[in-house]
């Protein structure tokens, strides 16, 4: 059973600082998705990583995919209070199916 | 294009009785994915199909489940003598055709249908 495990869990800051969420798991994966999701509402996609080593940037948010693709990080400049929601990676399977493995998410409140 | 659409965004019934969520995908989009999700954790698939054939079924899909894709364009689950532990949020994401490798992993949510078991 792939597990991908995200740290830390809550994360509470202040506007105008930096922060990074990790996404680890003893597994390999073909890709690694990140998403947030707000309440009540579904995930939404952030950006896709295929690469291991890759590396991409979405304007505040730098995605990462580990060199072995076990691992990722998310780590954003500057949080500003619209960043805050929920941020889940999700690591994709080489089976037929396709489908994600998600981790739980971190919850992240960036506080004004 | 407007996206995964689901319906209904949420659904209260009494345990015991049957309830059907559907799923719209994207247009040409030929797999189509179930999830449900609880409160803090992340989704769990369930179910996987590809244009009208359901060729994956999580365990967690218990035989009070079922899904259909009829004509390889909408999506329905039911559920049979709900329980109280079926609340939660229940999400469709779908995948286009012809994506090679890891992007062939990348998936679009609706908004999902949270249902509410009393």
């Known amino acids: 059973t792939q597990l991908l495990e995200q740290s830390p869990q809550f994360l509470s800051i202040q506007e105008g600082e930096n922060l990074t969420v990790y996404c680890n798991s003893s597994?390999?994966?073909?890709?690694l998705q990140w998403y947030r999701q707000e309440p009540g509402e579904g995930p939404v996609l952030l950006v896709t990583v295929v690469t291991g080593g890759e590396v991409k940037k979405l304007k505040r948010l730098t995605f990462q995919f580990g060199d072995a693709r076990k691992d990722s990080s998310l780590h954003i400049t500057a949080a500003q209070p619209g960043d805050t929601g929920l941020y889940l990676c999700a690591g994709g399977n080489t089976g037929s199916a396709r489908q994600l493995t998600f981790g739980s998410g971190t919850q992240l409140t960036v506080l004004p | 294009d407007t996206g995964v659409s689901q319906n209904p965004r949420h659904k209260i019934t009494k345990r015991g009785q049957n309830v059907t969520f559907r799923c719209d995908p994207i247009s040409e989009h030929n797999r189509l994915y179930w999830y449900r999700q609880t409160l803090g954790q992340g989704p769990e698939f369930l179910t996987y199909f590809q244009n009208e054939a359901q060729l994956e079924k999580s365990r967690l899909l218990s035989d009070r489940f079922s899904a259909e894709r009829p004509k390889g364009s909408f999506s329905t689950l039911e559920i049979q003598r709900t329980e109280q532990g079926d609340s939660a949020m229940y999400l469709c994401?779908?995948?286009?055709?012809?994506?090679?490798?890891?992007?062939?992993?990348?998936?679009?949510f609706g908004a999902g249908t949270r249902l509410s078991v009393l």
């Open positions: 597994s390999v994966f073909s890709s």
């Open positions: 994401a779908s995948s286009p055709r012809g994506l090679a490798g890891g992007l062939g992993n990348i998936q679009y």
